[in-house]
């Protein structure tokens, strides 16, 4: 396995004691240290996105009002919860570079699994709008990189919350299954009502435990991977549906990622030669996250 990741994501900070905070990633690889499997893996320092191809994802007067406002020192807000300091685009496109090299390098035969170990998250952020911590979809970016070489890719993401922002880019893109669970009624209240083939949404209960889980995500992606058929697939991995984790309600344990882990790497060995890009997304507990994602890499790994 190949795992990208890069120091200035360490630089982006929002708010003191806001959730999502460097230590996350800190906490990560900390953790991945300790126990051996980082030296399992080939460590890449990822170059960060060329700007020209946010445009991927991003539409243009998006992209100029967010660097517009990037400010010299201090704080600004970009939406109630999503504040930018002077470093915040920058490593936002560390994670974009990142999860865009992960996608050309499976897919030129370099390694079958990456993950990328990045902030901001990314999953929130629509063509037009940043929100809920996130400024570039960097997941998005990806998709559409292997689009340029492939005709079908799908994008699984069980961030405990909805991701919007993909669901919002690829509406009306049949080439980009997207699938999401999340806890329903909850953030970021938008696109979770959206019908469309290629966009799979599996709502849970507050509360929703393993078993409930497990059977949804069986009942709902996989008869979609089946008709889609993806040739990559790309993994919003947010660890905050663990039952630790301060933001949200559902219960899931490290066994649950381990256990989608391996789904998905059952799946993508069917449909597409094993290859697998994942990149990280929310999972604010610090050590149920350095736990969860150890459980997702030792699958990948
Ligand atoms: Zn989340």
Redesign the pocket.
């Known amino acids: 396995m190949h795992y990208y990741t890069h120091s200035d994501c360490l630089l982006h900070e929002m708010q003191p004691g806001h959730p999502e905070r460097p230590d996350r990633l800190r906490s990560i690889s900390q953790h991945l240290e300790r126990s051996g499997l980082l030296s399992d893996v080939t460590v890449v320092q990822a170059a960060p996105l060329d700007p020209y191809l946010l445009h991927l994802a991003h539409q243009d007067d998006y992209l100029q009002r967010l660097a517009e406002l990037s400010p010299n020192e201090g704080w600004v807000a970009v939406d109630p919860n999503t504040t930018m300091n002077p470093h915040s685009l920058r490593a936002a496109r560390c994670a974009a570079g990142a999860v865009h090299q992960a996608v050309r390098d499976v897919l030129s035969g370099v390694d079958r699994h990456a993950f990328c170990a990045v902030r901001p998250p990314g999953h929130h952020a629509e063509a037009n709008a940043a929100m809920g911590f996130c400024f570039y979809n960097s997941i998005a970016v990806g998709a559409c990189t292997a689009l340029s070489d492939l005709q079908r890719v799908a994008i699984l993401d069980f961030?405990?919350?909805h991701g919007n922002g993909t669901v919002d880019i690829f509406k009306q893109r049949p080439d980009v299954l997207v699938c999401s669970s999340f806890q329903h009624p909850y953030y970021p209240y938008r696109h979770a009502d959206t019908v469309a083939a290629n966009i799979i949404n599996t709502p849970l209960p507050a509360g929703t435990g393993s078993t409930a889980f497990r059977a949804a995500i069986e009942r709902d992606w996989l008869p979609a991977l089946e008709r889609h058929a993806p040739q990559l697939i790309l993994v919003s991995a947010?660890f905050?549906a663990h039952t630790e984790d301060p933001l949200a309600r559902l219960e899931l344990g490290d066994d649950d990622f381990r256990w989608i882990t391996e789904l998905i790497v059952s799946c993508a060995n069917t449909f597409c030669d094993g290859r697998i890009v994942s990149a990280l997304?929310?999972g604010y507990d610090l050590k149920a996250l350095a736990r969860s994602v150890h459980a997702h890499l030792e699958v990948l790994a």
């Open positions: 961030d405990v919350h947010g905050d997304e929310g």
